[in-house]
C-alpha cells in the first residue's frame, strides 16, 4: 500500500542509485575512450536491452504504435537530452569526474521546472525562487576556490577549483536533461514509458552519429568493444542506466510530478561522495559535503 501511493518516489529514487553506478562505469570508461563512442555505444546496447524488454512485455520489437504527436515531443527530447545533454555530460565526467559532474546536474531540475512554468504553465513560487538560489550557492561552494594571496598588496580572487571547460560542459548537459525531461512528460502522456525511452534512444542515436560522422571520433567508434573488460563494463553501464535508470525515471514523472521526481533524482551527488571514496578512493574534504548537501536542500525548497 505504501509503496502504492508513492509509486513515482520511489521509481525517482530506484533511477537515482542506478545512475550513480552508470555514472561511474562511464567515468571509468571515458578516461580510456572517446565519450563520443562510449555515449553512442551505450545508447545503441540500451536500445537493444529495450527493445527485447518491449517484444516481450509489449509484443512490438519498436515503438511503431506510437502517434506522431509521441514521436515528435519523444524525438526531440531525445535530441537535447541524449545527443547534446549527455553528450556533454560525458565529456564532462572525464574532465572533473562524476561526483562533482553530477553535482552541477543538480541544475537540472530548476531548469525542468522553469520550463515546466514556460510551456506546461506549472506556477513558480517564492520558495522556488529561493531553492534555486540555494542550489547555486551549494554549487558554487564546491567549484570556486579563493587564489592564495601573493603579496600585502593583491587581493585574493575567485577561481575555479576545477576546469572551467569542464564544469560548462557540465553545465551544458544539465540544461539538455531538464529540458529533455519537460519535452519527455509533453510527449508521454499515457504512452508505455519503455517505448518512451526507445523513441528517445533513437533520436539520440541519430543526433549523436551525426555529430560523430563529422568528427574524428568515428574512426574509433567501436574500441571500447574490442576489449572484452571494457565490452562487459560498457553493457553493465548501458543496462543500469540507458534501460533501467532511463526507464525509471519516466516511470516517476507518470506516476508523480516532475518537480518531485527531479528532486529525488537529484540526490546522485550525495549518494556518489561515499561511493567514489569506497570504488574510486577519492578523498572528499568538508566543504565539498557540505556543498552537496546545500545544492540538494536547494532543489528541495524548489519543489515545496
Do not use: C
Not at 526531440?76 to 569526474?97: E, H, N, P, R
Not at 553535482?103 to 517564492?126: H, R
Not at 561552494?141 to 600585502?152: A, C, F, P, T, Y
Amino acid at each position: 500500500m505504501f509503496f502504492d501511493i508513492h509509486r513515482g518516489e520511489f521509481y525517482a529514487l530506484f533511477a537515482a542509485l542506478l545512475w550513480v553506478f552508470a555514472a561511474m562505469i562511464f567515468e571509468t570508461l571515458g578516461k580510456k575512450y572517446t565519450a563520443d563512442s562510449v555515449n553512442f555505444l551505450r545508447l545503441f546496447l540500451g536500445l537493444i536491452f529495450l527493445s527485447i524488454f518491449t517484444f516481450f512485455s509489449r509484443g512490438f520489437l519498436l515503438p511503431v504504435d506510437a502517434d506522431l504527436h509521441t514521436w515528435l515531443w519523444l524525438f526531440l527530447s531525445g535530441i537535447v537530452g541524449f545527443a547534446i545533454g549527455d553528450l556533454f555530460l560525458f565529456k564532462s565526467l572525464v574532465m572533473i569526474g562524476a561526483r562533482i559532474s553530477m553535482l552541477i546536474m543538480t541544475l537540472a531540475p530548476p531548469t525542468a521546472a522553469i520550463l515546466g512554468w514556460i510551456i506546461l504553465g506549472e506556477k513558480l513560487t517564492s520558495f522556488q525562487l529561493v531553492g534555486m538560489l540555494v542550489t547555486l550557492v551549494g554549487i558554487a561552494v564546491v567549484i570556486l576556490q579563493r587564489e592564495e594571496k601573493k603579496s600585502d598588496n593583491t587581493k585574493k580572487k575567485q577561481k575555479f577549483k576545477y576546469p572551467a571547460i569542464g564544469i560548462l560542459m557540465a553545465v551544458i548537459g544539465a540544461l539538455g536533461q531538464g529540458t529533455g525531461l519537460v519535452l519527455s512528460k509533453l510527449g508521454m502522456r499515457d504512452y508505455s514509458p519503455y517505448a518512451a525511452t526507445q523513441i528517445r534512444i533513437i533520436a539520440g542515436l541519430f543526433g549523436l552519429g551525426l555529430i560523430i560522422s563529422f568528427s574524428k571520433s568515428r574512426k574509433t567508434i567501436l574500441e571500447p568493444v574490442k576489449n572484452l573488460k571494457s565490452a562487459g563494463l560498457l553493457s553493465a553501464g548501458a543496462f543500469l542506466g540507458a534501460f533501467l535508470g532511463i526507464s525509471f525515471s519516466l516511470l516517476a514523472i507518470k506516476y508523480t510530478n516532475t518537480g518531485v521526481a527531479s528532486t529525488i533524482i537529484a540526490v546522485q551527488p550525495i549518494l556518489l561522495i561515499p561511493a567514489s571514496m569506497i570504488f574510486f578512493k577519492e578523498k572528499v574534504n568538508l566543504t565539498e559535503v557540505i556543498g552537496a548537501l546545500v545544492a540538494v536542500t536547494g532543489i528541495a525548497l524548489f519543489f515545496m
